[in-house]
């Protein structure tokens, strides 16, 4: 599976829109970008994922580049239960694995 | 529904016990994974499974074993414990061989080895 690049933290202020970058140079074709994120003591939880058109749903927003090699998970107002670790992953259409990486660690300063 | 089960949630081994951690799931999903996360750490793939009766290893598989005999359920076995292994194991289910298919996890299961 392709992998992909993170910064380590981040900073947000509470009821801030906050973007968190995701590179991903060597993606293919059939690869899904998928976002997880994981509260403190517990185990990720699935946010969003997308092919190749930008998705909403009631958490968050996923944009994704024309050319696909980089996407951004939108949080339009965060909140203090954003604070996690969030994860861009990618899986392709014919894998079986979900490969983690360390992914950014998000702060929400209120 | 229960989602993704996992026991038990805390453990402490000695050097050299062996132990299973259980996981079961009640979402009729084919693809289960095993994955461990040291501190401050991301998750590394151990096992993956993508049927009964189909296993094959992830990232790090060496001193662990799997089974999956059933859809429900997919143990991780731990043979001669080492300090090495101690971290928090996450079991996850998914429902779709395609990639869009996401992740349920269950809650972790924190193991120490002395």
Redesign the interface.
Known sequence: DAKTTQPNSMESNEEEPVHLPCNHSTISG???I?W?RQLPS?????VI?G?TSNVNNRMASLAIAEDRKSSTLILHRATLRDAA?Y?CIL???T?????????TSLTVIP | NAGVTQTPKFRILKIGQSMTLQCTQDMNHN?M?W?RQDPG?????IY?S?GAGIT?K??VPNGYNVSRSTTEDFPLRLELAAPSQTSVY?C?S?YS????????????SRLTVL
Request: hydrophobic share 30%.
């Open positions: 059939t690869d899904y998928h997880y517990q185990g990720p939880e699935y994922h092919l670790v994860y899986r392709s259409n894998g079986n694995q979900f490969y983690f990486g360390t992914g | 693809y994974y994955y750490m991301g998750l590394k793939l993956y993508v094959d992830g990232e996450f996850a998914s061989v395609a990639g869009a298919g996401e992740l349920f996890f269950g809650e972790g």
